[in-house]
């Protein structure tokens, strides 16, 4: 299917086909675009049931971590929104956005994609450029936490002509341009290794290979936070997905939240 102004459009059943068992535990909705999947999950949340999956071909206005715009091109990106309501404790909130880099980096490779690994805390990488970008936003209710929309934005194919700049220099796609449409294969993918990682989520059954696939032990590395700044050395990540770094005074800290950047002396072909 393709739309004038959308490029190539797929449906629900595409996905569901490729879902087995799940397709009938999964509630799917494929829109040929919208502003943004996490916006519209979110403003219908109340009424949605666990497990409800928006996905778009298209967004006009994506977003990422610190409200910063997440550029999605039609026909080579995957767009997509899982409505969730883990039973989990508030220290343990950012293993939903962990293990979903893990079920990334799991789905990736399941379609043949070389090895992925992860920047903390949540960016997927491929060849050391970013392929995935994940924003899990939180609803409150009267006890606490009530629900929690999981946004996934993944460069499935490189878009004709490339990124455009900055984003030539960071971003990449799990997959070489042109081909096959391989959206509906991304999601289904998603879909089955993230049903799997969630079944452990509280036990934290998938932190090792989430310390595993982490990119940043040993380098240096800029570490925002605050509207401050500093350099440090990734140490590693810990078993509480806590990125742990030496400050310059030789003081170590793990970290709970930020943004982390590595530094160019570091970057490869250094």
Request: aromatic share 6%.
């Amino acid at each position: 299917m393709t739309g004038p102004e959308n490029g190539r459009l797929f449906a629900a059943a595409d996905i569901a086909g490729l879902l087995g068992p799940l397709a009938a535990r999964i509630p799917l909705e494929v829109t040929p675009v919208c502003a943004s999947t996490n916006l519209l999950v979110r403003q219908r949340a109340a009424e949605l049931p666990d497990w409800y999956t928006l996905v778009a071909c298209r967004q006009t206005e994506g977003r990422g971590q610190q409200g910063r715009s997440f550029y999605s091109p039609p026909d080579t990106g995957l767009y997509m929104s899982v409505l969730l309501r883990p039973k989990l404790p508030a220290e343990q909130a950012v293993y939903i956005t962990t293990a979903a880099a893990v079920a990334v980096c799991r789905a990736a490779e399941e379609l043949g994609a070389e090895r992925a690994q992860i920047k903390w805390v949540n960016d997927v990488l491929i060849r050391e450029r970013k392929v995935c970008g994940i924003l899990t936003q939180g609803g409150a209710g009267p006890a606490g936490m009530d629900h929690v929309v999981l946004g996934i934005g993944i460069n499935v194919t490189e878009p004709a002509g490339g990124f455009p700049p900055p984003l030539s220099d960071i971003a990449g796609a799990v997959f070489p341009a042109g081909g096959p449409d391989r959206r509906p294969a991304m999601a289904a993918a998603v879909l089955r290794q993230l049903w799997q990682v969630c079944e452990g989520l509280a036990q934290g059954l998938f932190i090792p290979e989430y310390r595993r696939r982490s990119c940043l032990a040993g380098r240096q590395v800029q570490v925002e936070q605050n509207g401050r700044s500093r350099p440090a050395l990734a140490l590693g990540v810990d078993e509480r997905c806590r990125l742990v770094v030496r400050w310059p005074d030789g003081q170590t800290q793990a970290l709970l939240s930020g943004r982390v950047q590595v530094c160019p002396q570091d970057a490869p072909g250094a």
